[in-house]
């Protein structure tokens, strides 16, 4: 088997974990990486080492059940490896799906970065449907915890994320938001009366964008509303604390964590395929998961910038940054054992130091 040393050691130089932790995560990156899945079993089964699967299993096993990590170290570490700089735009949003009769719900907080969302802070949430006010205060808390205040420039997200009490903390805190409401809101119109918030923008050409000059009522508080009539007939109407000329343009910024999922479910590593369902044997799997993207998207930029990706006539990329590295580090990770992909190794891993 080839050597898996140099990931081993750059790996000890910035996570806190004695020699046996930090060999099962090497271990394990690259076997995700080269099944591009969180099935356990097919992990397993390419897992480097000379033990048998089922003894690979059983090891994956042990370290979700029992090891415990720190979130907080691994936020810092994701922070320290993607180097982006703040203060950051944050989105706040949420992926869930069924494993048969059980719901998986997942918040996630992540920090707007080139097209997509990196992953920073998540909780597991045991139950259907929305968060709650307390669960979203106590994700963007743990944020200002381990970065400050200061190290937010706004927060985005999509129509689940309102309320009087959530935008009152929000306010109270000193966080700058652009959150997207839903169109029968009540908001003040210029007499003062309290009537839906689509009728503001009824008038509006389709897609061009209105910015009220002043702060409107809404759920009793004075909020900045910023709106736009879609093809589709709906309304994008965005409220904030401050008055914004681009705010819709900014709230827009929140689409990159659903890139963020792709990343994590059908365009990377098939996360809906995991059978997992206690929260904190997840919690950890995304863990793993953040910092296997993490090592995908910086071996991406960094190929970026020797060969730029082709855009293709619509504008867009002809693949993701994330994409690009994933698809380098797996076919380095799947022939470790030729020499001349051993010296790419080596380039990579570099690619994760922190020091």
Known sequence: MASIRPLERTLAENIDWN???????????????????????????????RAKEESHYKRIQRFLRFFEISYAMIAVLIVSLMGVPSPWVLTLDRTN???????????VLGIVYKGVAIPVLWTILDKKGNSNTDERKAIVCQLMGLFGAGSILYLTADREFIGKAWFKWLIAN????????????????????????????????VNKPLVFEKARSCWGLELWVSGMR?????????????????????YAK???????????KSRGFQLEETLLIDPERLKKLIA??????CWAHVVG??????????????GRLAKSIFRYGLNHLRRILCN????????AFRQVVQLLSCT
Request: hydrophobic letters at 45%; aromatic letters at 10%.
């Open 230 to 250: 879609l093809a589709s007939g709906e309304y994008l109407i965005v409220v904030g604390p401050n008055y914004t000329a681009t705010a819709i343009e900014d």
């Open 288 to 293: 793993l998961l953040a910092l296997a993207f």
């Open 97 to 107: 799906w069924q494993l048969g009769k059980t719901p998986l719900n997942i918040l």
């Open 301 to 314: 930029e960094w190929l970026s910038r020797q060969k730029p990706l082709k855009t293709k006539k619509h």
């Open 174 to 205: 000193g966080i700058d938001f652009r959150i997207r409401i839903r169109e029968n809101t009540l908001i003040a119109n210029g007499r003062g009366q309290l009537v839906g918030a689509k009728r503001l923008f009824r008038a509006l050409t």
């Open 336 to 343: 470790l054992s030729d020499r001349f992909q051993q010296i």
């Open 19 to 49: 020699k046996a932790r930090i060999n099962f995560l090497a271990k394990f990156l690259i076997a995700l990486i080269q099944v591009c899945s969180v099935n356990l079993s097919e992990i397993a089964s390419v897992f480097p080492g």
């Open 254 to 264: 929140r689409w990159e964590i659903e890139t963020l999922f792709g990343c994590l």
